[in-house]
């Protein structure tokens, strides 16, 4: 069992930078690859970023790509999301979630979800 909790979401302007925090409880957490998720209001939720158990490999949704910077501290337990250069479009609820999977970029494949943080980019 994992226990996801975010934090660091916002008010920030257009241009702006934001980071994210999910801490996780428990001793497994270097056990789980680790994604970012957010949902904008009447949106689909949508897969934004992940990485790897020992955080060697990333992966990143084009919208993102070159602003956004995911990270891991395992002896933290700790999930990061550096966005930079945000645009009004990134505004939205994110989620960190868990998987027992490789960099999945599909939902149902996540086992565990923080309760969501709100990132508010006005323009």
């Known amino acids: 069992q994992v226990q996801l909790v975010e934090s660091g979401g916002g008010l920030v302007q257009a241009g702006g930078s934001l980071r994210l925090s999910c801490a996780a409880s428990g001793r497994t957490f270097s056990s789980y690859s680790m994604g970012w998720f957010r949902q904008a209001p009447g949106k689909e939720r949508e897969f934004v970023t992940g990485?790897?158990?020992?955080?060697?490999?990333?992966n990143y949704a084009d919208s993102v790509k070159d602003r956004f910077t995911i990270s891991r501290d395992n002896a933290k337990n700790t999930v990061y999301l550096q966005m930079n250069s945000l645009k009004p479009e990134d505004t939205a609820v994110y989620y960190c979630?868990?998987?027992?999977?490789?960099?999945?970029?599909?939902?149902?494949?996540?086992?565990?979800w923080g309760q969501g943080t709100q990132v508010t980019v006005s323009s």
């Open positions: 990485i790897t158990r020992s955080g060697g490999r990333t």
């Open positions: 979630a868990a998987s027992s999977r490789v960099l999945s970029v599909i939902m149902r494949e996540y086992d565990y």
